[in-house]
């Protein structure tokens, strides 16, 4: 199951972190490194990402010029997610899965997660609150993350999945699965475990316990009818074009630490149900 075909390309992106410095010169491997483009966040703020109103979205992987330049002598071209993901049936979603609100709204707020911080569950339900007062047509809340520990990324990939599939009830969905994240991880420790959240087994707090995604499933409505594995293996792919995604908006709007709130552009550094709504006036 972890073998998807995003994994490897996406392996060496996501084990940097969230705004971690790219250094030029020669990789391993012989190639130049790529390095962080110059590309700054365009005055407008808002909507720099979104694959439906954009036919081209920011790269902040580019090669050096020695790179561009043994690249053009291959043959090859520049490389780019959407380019990569393309045949993706659903890669707009998984790029850019909005959770509230119409792709097009002319107001963004992003909300970059983290799993494995416990700080991701209160920065969710403070988003989760100011979505209450925000129109459809006016603004909408899209869906990123990281996470340290694997299984984060099966989870943020059912939210994915939800956002399209399910539309209305993936909110609940990410809300649900920080806190029960948090409250297995409690319970683990008082019992003097501690233990990564690698896959879906690590995350239960009893050996009887269904995975969260599994137990989830009798809570989707309609009911889930696609093949169980099949969707798990799903899960994990859509996760990672997502995390893939979550690690270009970190440099390029400079975001160093999740969880993280970006309204139109704009980095919060308090993060509150009035400041979101405050900074989409």
């Known amino acids: 199951m972890r073998n998807s075909w995003i994994y490897g390309a996406c392996l060496a992106f996501l084990l940097t972190g969230c705004g971690a410095a790219q250094s030029s010169g020669v990789s391993q491997g012989g190639l130049p490194s790529p390095v962080v483009s110059s590309d ?22 580019k090669l050096s010029a020695e790179g561009s330049k043994m690249l053009s002598s291959l043959g090859g071209r ?11 049936k659903h890669w707009r979603e998984e790029m850019y899965p909005v959770v509230h609100g119409g792709r097009t709204a002319p107001h963004e707020v992003l909300v970059l997660l983290d799993y494995a911080n416990p700080r991701s569950e209160k920065v969710w339900n403070t988003v989760a609150e100011a979505s209450r007062s925000i129109p459809a047509a006016n603004g909408k809340i899209v869906l990123f993350g990281n996470s340290s520990e694997t299984y ?18 993936a909110m ?6 920080l806190a029960r994240w948090n409250a ?29 995604i599994y137990s989830y499933m009798t809570q989707v409505t309609p009911p889930v009818t696609e093949n169980e594995l099949a969707l798990s293996r799903y899960c994990y792919e859509a996760g990672n074009v997502n995390m893939y995604q979550t690690v270009q908006l970190c ?12 309204v139109d552009g704009k980095v919060l550094t308090d993060v509150s149900a009035q400041k979101i709504l405050e900074a989409m006036k």
Request: net charge positive.
């Open 40 to 61: 700054a966040p365009s005055a407008s703020g808002a909507n720099a990402f979104n694959p439906y109103m954009r036919n081209k979205l920011p790269n902040t992987r």
């Open 78 to 88: 520049a490389q780019s997610l959407e380019g990569e993901a393309a045949y993706r």
């Open 152 to 169: 984060g990324t099966d989870l943020l990939g059912f939210g994915v999945w939800l956002s399209y599939s399910r539309p209305g009830q």
């Open 172 to 177: 609940r969905w990410i809300g649900h699965s």
């Open 184 to 212: 297995i991880k409690a319970q683990q420790r008082s019992h003097g475990v501690t233990k990564r959240f690698d896959n879906e087994y690590d995350a239960t707090a009893t050996s009887s316990d269904y995975p969260m």
């Open 251 to 262: 440099r390029y709007f400079g975001v160093k630490q999740l969880p993280a709130v970006i």
